[in-house]
Nanobody
Framework: VLLVESGGGLVQAGGPLRLSCVAS????????MGWFRQTPGKERELVAA????????YYADSEKGRFTISRDNAKNTAYLQINSLKPEDTATYYC????????????????????WGQGTQVTVSS
């Protein structure tokens, strides 16, 4: 199983950014997908998740309104759109897959992940 993120880099504050995560080696439409964020010295934080069908989503309270998670099961790809970037969005972003039927299960135990991507660095300049 491979999850490969892309779309990170050095971006200016205020702009948009879309991260992509292409999955292979798994039945993509059987997994909920999530995006985590991690900064040095801090735990990896679940910032957004989406059910296997795309019908339900979860966002961390601090990111509601700026982050949008989506998926295209035909392309085995999950996306995270970040608008109005802030310097504090600077972090390594990881996509993850979990065979969770309900996002509430993942939110209550975010550390339980079936597969991780390698991460993509996002640096937001002010």
């Amino acid at each position: 199983v491979l999850l490969v993120e892309s779309g990170g880099g050095l971006v200016q504050a205020g702009g948009p950014l879309r991260l992509s995560c292409v999955a292979s080696g798994l039945s993509f439409d059987a997994y909920a997908m999530g995006w985590f964020r991690q900064t040095p010295g801090k735990e990896r934080e679940l910032v957004a998740a989406i059910t296997y069908s795309g019908s339900n989503t979860y966002y961390a309270d601090s990111e509601k309104g700026r982050f949008t998670i989506s998926r295209d099961n035909a392309k085995n790809t999950a996306y995270l759109q970040i608008n109005s970037l802030k310097p504090e969005d600077t972090a390594t972003y990881y996509c993850a897959a979990r065979a969770a039927l309900q996002l509430e299960l993942w939110v209550s135990s975010p550390g339980i992940v079936d597969y991780w991507g390698q991460g993509t660095q996002v640096t937001v300049s002010s």
